[in-house]
């Protein structure tokens, strides 16, 4: 059927091969930007697990997008840190599928928990008298329950059927991971309904939660221009701010990638915009939400205090 073409049983990552003397450079940033990653986020989780005042809505859904953060990061990360050393940057069949399991449902999961953090902004600033029972406990566990089970019903299926497809040729993937679009181009069939599908995807499942979020911010915008003081419209602001920095950093490379054309992919941009979705933008979240939001520093003041006196008592 696929003629001379022997099908593959696994796949070799080659975007790095162009800096092999810059390898081991590009290893010790990476890990060093993968550790701050990792416990930027879990000191948040913990911070807020420890501060009973931060028991809300907000920053239940924010120990939910560090998590995420987290797994998302290290779904990648670490393969590719040992790419770096080793000169054998293969991956198998399986391996590869795994991995864009985790990948991709973990990034829709994020799409739908970014609306949902959006939500419950849009509750708190325009409904704040109805605050503690539009956004109780019971809603905000059904809202983080929802983003995780359409992230994984939806990215289950479509990595399925990509890996339903016949691989062929010398199995070598232009990208340090397996992202949906360098797989799909080593298929040996014609993947025109696969990617007409994957956009269809993109679009509702990527674009609907970003529609629902500007909704949210255009309701809220004119609900703090409708507050008479200048101090209460600030400090509406503030409690947005993180928020709207974390979405523009996902969302703006989330669809600078999956909704280009296929024409407007090539391996430099797919590579580029990838280290930032899966480097730099997870990296961030500690910063943006340690940095500008009052209360978790504070929070983090007081933990530390507290620390600091045990140990010297």
């Known amino acids: 059927m696929f003629g001379n073409l022997s099908l593959c049983t696994k796949f070799t990552f080659v975007a790095f091969s162009a800096l092999e003397e810059l390898q081991p450079v590009l290893f010790v ?48 990360v670490p393969q590719m840190l040992v ?75 479509q990595t399925t059927w990509i890996f339903t497809l016949p691989f062929c040729g010398t199995g070598e993937i232009q990208h340090f991971f397996c992202d949906i679009m360098p797989v799909v181009k080593l298929a040996c069939v014609d993947t025109s309904q696969n ?19 500007l909704c949210s911010y255009v309701r809220i915008l004119v609900a703090i221009l409708r507050i008479p003081s200048a101090a209460g419209r600030r400090k509406a ?8 920095l974390v979405v523009s950093l996902f969302y703006g490379t989330a669809l600078f990638t999956y909704l280009q054309p296929k024409t407007a992919h090539t391996p430099e941009t797919d590579r580029a915009t990838a280290l930032m979705y899966t480097v730099v933008t997870p990296a961030m979240n500690p910063l943006i939400y340690t940095l500008r939001n009052k209360e978790v520093k504070e929070a983090f003041q007081r933990v530390t205090q507290r620390s600091l006196l045990r140990q010297m008592a």
């Open 83 to 157: 790419h770096l050393l080793v000169e054998n940057k293969t991956i198998s069949m399986g391996g590869c599928a795994a991995q864009m399991y985790i990948f991709t449902i973990l990034g829709l999961t994020e799409c739908c928990l970014l609306a949902a953090m959006a939500y419950d902004r849009f509750v708190a600033i325009c409904y704040p008298l109805h605050y503690t029972l539009l956004m109780g406990p019971p809603v905000c566990l059904k809202l983080a329950a929802a983003c995780w089970t359409t992230g994984v019903i939806v990215e289950s299926a």
């Open 29 to 76: 940033v990476f890990l060093a930007i993968y550790l701050f990653t990792v416990g930027g986020n879990l000191i948040i989780i913990c911070l807020i697990w420890v501060t009973p005042s931060l028991h809300t809505p907000m920053y239940f859904f924010l120990v939910n997008l560090s998590f995420l953060e987290m797994c998302y990061t290290t779904s990648v």
């Open 195 to 213: 990617e007409i599908v994957i956009f269809a995807v993109s679009v509702l499942f990527i674009m609907s939660p970003c529609l629902l979020i």
């Open 237 to 244: 602001f503030s409690t947005c701010s993180s928020h709207i």
